[in-house]
């Protein structure tokens, strides 16, 4: 059965905005994203909101609901207090273009500046084999949407727009993390790029102090802490320091 439920939806733009308030019209099975489709064919026709597949795999509606970043597609009004007001702001950490939607660049211009796959100079397109047990490393960092709420919610970034400049994020991290374990990418042999070393060096990996964040919003689940970046520091602990080395220190303290 329908009820009826206040909202605070923040408007504006990148001069000012502020909270609006509106009440409005909740049915059984409804998303966040549905109340808001509500909202403009009722009481705010001119609210802008970005959206697209409806069904959490287009990344676009992310936005955040009573504080908590999330895809507002995927977050039903049954998860919410009834009868308490609900929040929905846009993305703290990327400039706002307008009421719910904001400037998400920042993001492509770190895609940007991963080196992409370099394909082995010694193989032909088709003659590219993969063990599966290779295949299966990374498949679950290809779960991602790129709906952002990751470099949303890392502290390095959200409070922090200085560090910007530096850190590349986990979303992107993980991508590093998915090209250095790809075993046919040839960075390394014919252009010399450490993958691990590139991720400290200039994507800023150094910032990210396992937290966790990032991992509790992703939408897909993936484990994006335990399985990219703390492999990734390790990776770079291994090429930073003679592992042999260590290990015979630690041989000695034993004895
Ligand atoms: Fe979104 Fe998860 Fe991809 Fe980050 S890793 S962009 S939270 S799907
Ligand atoms: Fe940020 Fe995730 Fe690291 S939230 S600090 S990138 S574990
Ligand atoms: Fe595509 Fe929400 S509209 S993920």
């Known amino acids: 059965m329908g009820y009826q439920q206040n909202f605070r939806v923040w408007r504006g733009d990148a001069t000012g905005g502020d909270f ?24 705010a026709p001119d609210l802008a909101v970005r959206w697209n597949c409806k069904a959490g795999k287009c990344g676009s509606c992310s936005a955040e609901i009573n504080g908590k970043p999330r895809l507002m597609c995927m977050t039903r009004m049954s998860t919410l207090p009834q009868g308490s007001t609900v929040t929905i702001t846009p ?18 211009q770190k895609a940007r500046e991963v080196r992409a796959f370099v394909p082995p100079a010694d193989l032909a397109p088709g003659e590219y084999r993969m063990q599966q047990v290779d295949v299966e490393r990374s498949q679950e960092f290809r779960k991602c949407i790129e709906c952002y709420l990751c470099q949303n919610t890392c502290h390095v970034v959200r409070d922090h727009e200085e560090n910007k400049p530096n850190f590349s994020g986990p979303r992107f991290l993980m991508r590093i993390t998915e090209l250095d374990m790809h075993p046919l990418d040839a960075a390394e042999k014919q252009e010399g ?12 990996l150094g910032y990210c102090n396992i937290t966790k964040c990032c991992t509790e919003v992703c939408p897909e689940h993936i484990k994006i802490t335990d399985n990219a970046l703390i492999p990734l520091k390790e990776r770079v602990v291994d090429l930073k320091f003679d592992p042999l080395f260590i290990r015979r220190r630690k041989k000695q303290r034993t004895h």
């Open 91 to 108: 993305m703290r950490t990327f400039p706002v273009i307008r009421d719910l939607v904001t400037d998400v660049s920042f993001n492509y």
């Open 193 to 204: 790029i450490k993958r691990p070393l590139a991720a400290q060096d200039e994507h800023g």
């Open 20 to 43: 609006a308030e509106y009440d409005v019209e909740v049915n059984e099975g409804e998303v966040v994203l549905d109340v808001v489709h509500r909202m403009q064919s009722t009481v």
